[in-house]
């Protein structure tokens, strides 16, 4: 080992270190471990070299030419200036199918933030209406949307809504459909006026065979009524004081179908202390992991006749778990949308 006069070592290795920093900011990493290493074997052959014995030099010499080719190669490369491009097809399959996956991942999570940020969070009252509400996307990006918006008389506009299928594509067309609603509602409240607007935006953004249908219902709290339509959507239902289950049936074709569409939009009255339930396919169709029994529409009846009474909040909350202690911890297959609306 070579072995520095005490007044030389600490010039020599401060100047080592500098030099090896100089290495690592106009290289790499590599290039500074290539010559850290080189310096080590150099310094330790040096003795070697100096000792006069024949043998030993020899060694040494061994040592430093062994080290001495590989750098000057490596020199050779980086004065070279030469910059080698790796081109996708140089990763490994195995390497470019997790980087897909990961891109994908990122992109999805993008996606549902987006989503996330559009779908409103609903306050637990609007308009003296009691309001309780779920959404649950099947994956990152889903197709069921929902909205709850006070006009300027007073009245509730609510609506639940589910694009076909769910991902991204599906998500992009949620997302126009419910700014189309909310923009909509604000212009022109009407049954016929909001159908009409949202299957036309639809049926001219949406690509071929992607649907979407809709349940709108308009409240008024003063009078107790209620003007509702569907478009292909589950009809809601109503839950009286006594228990009483009624489903408010007011049927069309879905959205996007054809160019035009025509509802009829039906009118009830209602009692202080109903129950007005909005919920998406995803209710019906939940089932346990490896079984074709779904929840279906008896037992979610059942399940409504004993919310008789409840506020909204409760009454959301017993039904979600129902339907918990049916499908179990099974990941949902279709986006889960229900809200819940409560009578002054």
Same mark, same amino acid.
């Given at each position: 080992?070579?072995?520095?006069?005490?007044?030389?070592?600490?010039p020599f290795?401060?100047?080592?270190?500098?030099? @090896?920093?100089?290495?690592?900011?106009?290289?790499?990493?590599? #290039?500074?471990?290539?010559?850290?290493?080189?310096?080590? &074997?150099?310094?330790? #052959?040096? !003795?070697?070299?100096?000792?006069?014995?024949?043998?030993?030099?020899?060694?040494?010499?061994?040592? &430093?030419?062994?080290?001495?080719? +590989?750098?000057?190669?490596? @020199? %050779?490369?980086?004065?070279?200036?030469?910059?080698?491009?790796?081109?996708?097809?140089?990763? !490994? +399959?195995?390497? %470019?199918? *997790?980087?897909?996956?990961? %891109?994908?991942? =990122?992109?999805?999570?993008?996606?549902?933030?987006?989503?996330?940020? *559009?779908?409103?969070?609903?306050?637990?009252?609007?308009?003296?209406?009691?309001?309780?509400?779920?959404?649950?996307?099947?994956?990152?990006?889903?197709?069921?949307?929902?909205?709850?918006?006070?006009?300027?008389?007073?009245?509730?506009? &609510?609506?639940?809504?589910?694009?076909?299928?769910?991902?991204?594509?599906?998500?992009? =067309?949620?997302?126009?459909?419910?700014?189309?609603?909310?923009?909509?509602?604000?212009?022109?409240?009407?049954?016929?006026?909001?159908?009409?607007?949202?299957? $036309?935006?639809?049926?001219?953004?949406?690509?071929?065979?992607?649907?979407?249908?809709?349940?709108? #219902?308009? &409240?008024? !709290? =003063? $009078?107790?009524?209620?003007?509702?339509? /569907?478009?292909?959507?589950?009809?809601?239902?109503?839950?009286?004081?006594?228990?009483?289950?009624?489903?408010?049936?007011?049927?069309?074709?879905?959205?996007?179908?054809?160019?035009?569409?025509?509802? %009829?939009?039906?009118?009830?009255?209602?009692?202080?202390?109903?129950?007005?339930?909005?919920?998406?396919?995803? =209710?019906?169709?939940?089932? !346990?992991?490896? /079984?074709?029994? @779904?929840?279906?529409?008896?037992?979610?009846?059942?399940?409504?006749?004993?919310?008789?009474?409840?506020?909204?909040?409760?009454?959301?909350?017993?039904?979600?778990?129902?339907?918990?202690?049916?499908?179990?911890?099974?990941?949902?297959?279709?986006?889960l949308t229900?809200?819940v609306l409560?009578?002054?």
């Open positions: 080992m070579l072995v520095l006069p005490f007044a030389w070592a600490l290795w401060l100047s080592w270190a500098g030099v @090896l920093v100089f290495v690592f900011l106009r290289y790499d990493l590599l #290039a500074t471990l290539v010559a850290s290493y080189t310096a080590r &074997v150099v310094l330790g #052959a040096m !003795p070697l070299l100096r000792s006069g014995h024949p043998g030993f030099e020899l060694q040494g010499a061994i040592a &430093v030419v062994t080290c001495a080719l +590989p750098l000057l190669l490596a @020199l %050779r490369h980086l004065l070279s200036g030469e910059e080698y491009v790796y081109r996708w097809d140089d990763v !490994p +399959p195995h390497v %470019r199918r *997790i980087a897909e996956r990961e %891109r994908q991942r =990122v992109e999805l999570e993008t996606a549902r933030n987006i989503q996330s940020s *559009i779908l409103p969070e609903l306050p637990a009252s609007l308009c003296g209406f009691e309001l309780a509400y779920t959404y649950r996307p099947a994956t990152e990006v889903g197709g069921d949307f929902y909205d709850a918006l006070p006009l300027a008389d007073g009245r509730l506009a &609510v609506a639940v809504g589910d694009v076909a299928g769910h991902g991204v594509s599906s998500g992009l =067309v949620m997302s126009m459909a419910r700014a189309a609603l909310a923009v909509q509602v604000a212009h022109d409240p009407r049954v016929e006026a909001v159908f009409a607007t949202l299957n $036309r935006l639809v049926h001219q953004s949406a690509r071929k065979r992607l649907l979407a249908t809709l349940c709108y #219902a308009v &409240v008024d !709290p =003063v $009078r107790r009524t209620l003007e509702l339509a /569907s478009a292909g959507h589950l009809s809601p239902y109503r839950v009286t004081g006594a228990g009483r289950v009624e489903a408010l049936e007011a049927g069309a074709y879905p959205l996007g179908v054809r160019a035009e569409i025509e509802v %009829r939009a039906r009118r009830a009255s209602l009692e202080p202390g109903d129950l007005l339930v909005l919920f998406s396919d995803g =209710v019906i169709e939940a089932r !346990p992991g490896g /079984s074709d029994d @779904l929840y279906g529409f008896e037992r979610f009846e059942r399940s409504l006749a004993r919310q008789a009474g409840r506020s909204a909040a409760a009454a959301r909350d017993a039904l979600l778990a129902d339907l918990l202690a049916h499908t179990g911890d099974a990941p949902g297959e279709d986006d229900l809200l409560r009578l002054p």
